[in-house]
């Protein structure tokens, strides 16, 4: 969100996905201003001992008078960020500079707080609208987690002056000689998410991801189509004559969809794919959050969870993709219920619900549940370490520092490709599992083994890959949409 606004002071411009660039001289004359006014703010209204340190009571003072409240761990977890050492107790001037040197906004304690908050919603892997689960389709990671909040006043954060006072360049001058002044600052505008930057992030996510679903949710509807429905009800042969290629397969499946429902067939079930979105998302954050802050003072023995080890953190992204999993699952089941029905047999949520119900009380909603949290690990191992080989490659092949946004994009696609196609016939089989007893899908299992077993029996080893190719075609798709969608948002949002 700052960069476009830092390019502006420096005197560069950015134009659509291409970086701008700016000069040595413009950039030393914006790092030597903004140094004045941290060295402002840091003495004469934050240092209240004169010390030369910055220590959590100094900060919990100026963050109270600008309406911002935060908890004893909130702010111990705020100090460490702005330390170069986990056990430091105290801010030198050194490390405040170079944690602000590339704000390009005035430096209140309000700003300062929303800066980290950002920073740290930035940490990780930044891997953001490129990650692609199990099904293909587009999400925020856990990894990509909104920044944790304190209790905090919408009414005053954000405001001009709120807080502390403002910077002269009168006064920046004073103190350093010839100082250069910054632009002046025009008041942002107040809305009701003013100061929730977490908040803003997560509505930002949702509605990337529900008008990315939206968009691909037809290639979902063929995917469930050519997995459960039976030849006798419409699907493709078990053993195709020669002669019946792929494509009149496909072909075939969409003909039949629109003659079920017309072309709001394709989007049966799309309500609860994107109904979902925000409470998968919230849990995953709050268990990678919460798994990341066991291992640290458990396993790796670490006051800060950002050192822990990579087997921790990929041990933290399992545990928060499974506890999602575990919460949205019978949303799931719903809707490859929905969308295995028949066109003459069309049932609505209410319906759909009882008829679950009705085939095994409140187990039968986690049917293939096993076998879907068995598929979480092996896809996040593919799916992370394809990433990174990606990843490297190109910055060796390049000789580039850090890859572009379009380069962040294609390695999420492929990395996520890769990993649901490895994990492809565990989804199978869950799906089949959740669609048993449907009007599409009539067939009943007695479990995961028999799921197998039967789709061996008819298909052989192709059998396990059917539906495969509207699930990867939809990737490219869907992370464009989502990236473009994600970053309209967030400047739409303030954020």
């Known amino acids: 969100m700052y960069e476009d606004e830092l390019l502006g002071r420096c005197g560069g411009h950015s134009s659509g996905l291409r970086p701008g660039h700016i000069g040595w001289k413009e950039f030393k004359e914006y790092a030597e201003a903004k140094e004045i006014e941290l060295w402002s703010i840091f003495h004469n209204e934050l240092d209240l001992d004169g010390n030369g340190h910055l220590d959590s009571r100094e900060l919990a003072l100026a963050l109270s008078r600008a309406g911002i409240t935060l908890s004893s761990a909130t702010m111990s977890e705020f100090m460490t960020y702005l330390t170069s050492s986990p056990h430091s107790h105290a801010i030198t001037f050194g490390e405040f500079r170079d944690f602000l040197l590339l704000l390009p906004r005035k430096a209140s304690p309000a700003e300062i707080y929303r800066y980290y908050e950002v920073k740290k919603f930035m940490g990780d892997d930044g891997r953001g609208a490129a990650r692609v689960t199990m099904e293909g389709d587009v999400t925020l990671s856990a990894e990509d987690k909104p920044p944790v909040l304190g209790n905090m006043r919408p009414s005053n954060i954000g405001a001009s002056g709120s807080g502390l006072a403002q910077f002269s360049s009168a006064s920046h001058a004073s103190e350093e000689g010839e100082g250069h002044e910054l632009p002046a600052e025009d008041e942002e505008p107040h809305h009701f998410l003013e100061g929730h930057t977490a908040l803003k992030f997560l509505l930002a996510g949702g509605i990337a991801g529900a008008i990315s679903r939206t968009c691909t949710a037809p290639f979902d509807r063929l995917k469930i189509f050519l997995i459960t429905r039976p030849p006798d009800l419409g699907g493709a042969p078990l053993a195709p004559k020669p002669g019946i290629t792929g494509v009149k397969?496909?072909?075939?499946?969409?003909?039949?969809?629109?003659?079920?429902g017309g072309l709001l067939a394709f989007w049966t079930g799309n309500g609860l794919s994107v109904a979902k979105i925000f409470p998968e998302s919230?849990?995953?954050?709050?268990?990678?959050?919460?798994?990341?802050?066991a291992f640290a003072k458990y396993w790796d023995k670490v006051e800060d969870p950002r050192e822990i080890s990579g087997v921790s953190r990929f041990m933290s992204g399992g545990i928060g993709g499974i506890s999602s999993q575990l919460s949205i699952y019978p949303i799931e089941t719903l809707k490859t219920q929905m969308m295995s029905n028949t066109g003459e047999q069309k049932r609505t949520l209410i319906s759909a619900a009882r008829h679950v119900w009705s085939l095994g009380g409140a187990r039968a909603y986690y049917r293939g549940l096993t076998i879907g949290l068995i598929g979480v690990f092996p896809y996040s191992a593919i799916d992370m370490s394809t990433f990174e080989a990606l990843k490297i490659a190109y910055l060796k092949s390049t000789g580039k520092d850090e890859p572009g946004v379009l380069a962040l994009l294609a390695f999420g696609s492929i990395s996520g490709s890769v990993g649901a196609t490895s994990v492809y016939p565990l989804n199978l089989v869950r799906?089949?599992?959740?669609?048993?007893?449907?009007?599409?899908h009539p067939q009943r299992y007695t479990g995961v083994w028999d799921v197998t077993v039967k789709t061996w029996e008819r298909d052989g080893w192709r059998g396990f890959y059917r539906g495969l190719f509207p699930t990867l075609a939809k990737v490219v798709p869907a992370v464009s949409i989502s990236y473009v969608v994600y970053e309209h948002s967030k400047r739409k949002l303030g954020v």
């Open 282 to 293: 919230a849990i995953k954050f709050f268990a990678y959050e919460s798994s990341k802050r």
């Open 249 to 260: 397969v496909i072909g075939g499946a969409v003909a039949r969809i629109y003659s079920e």
């Open 431 to 440: 799906t089949r599992l959740q669609a048993s007893g449907s009007s599409g």
